[in-house]
């Protein structure tokens, strides 16, 4: 059985249709890239997984189980996003933490916890520094790691990689792409770099061979 399952979804905006009966499905651990062209529904179709946008038409199931119309919060879906999406008001190590604290995990849980994926991402000395302080590469892993340390059953990247120099950007495609594949986390990335999608990915999708 697929752990993930979109099953023809259709979105419209204004009359326009963005997704058509859109469907895909992932095996547990798999790691899927979504290509295509600007306003193809590459993000569109990942806001509907993650519960930010209702469809139209269409399921989502997730471990067997119809979350197309649960709320955000109850889904266990992450989602790393293009911006970034850091809270400025809080230091490297509570950003990591929010998740674990919504969750209901005690602050010294969520210390530990949150010490421990800076660390694997390198960052294990910034817990205290404040995010603004933080260079792009670095929040970019921020950001990875807020997301992963709630344990999320999929893990949404919208063009995570984005606005960093080639050389960082390469750098972090190669730690991401270790990262997926030592937590077998199932995934879907949205990105416009083929390169970037055949080193993170196991199987690479176009937008135009699974949306109507």
Known sequence: MNHL?????????????????????LERGEVVALLGAS?????????????????????????GSDITTLPTHQRGVGMVFQDNQLFPHL????????????????????????AAWLRRVGLGALA??????????EAKR????????TGPDVVLLDEPLTGLDRELHDQLVSELAALLSDLSVTAILVTHDHEEAETIATRVVQMSDING
């Open 5 to 25: 399952n979109v099953d023809r979804v259709t979105v419209a905006f204004d009359d326009v249709t963005v997704l058509a009966d859109a469907s895909l499905s």
């Open 39 to 63: 306003g193809s529904g590459k993000s569109t179709l990942l806001r509907v997984v993650a519960g930010v946008i209702a469809p139209d038409a269409g399921s989502v199931e997730l471990a």
């Open 91 to 114: 230091s490297v190590g509570d950003n990591v933490a929010f998740g674990l604290k919504m969750a209901g995990v005690n602050r010294a849980g969520r210390r530990k916890q949150a």
């Open 128 to 137: 205290d520094r404040s995010v603004s302080d933080l260079s792009g590469g």
């Open 142 to 149: 921020v950001a990875v790691a807020r997301t992963l340390a």
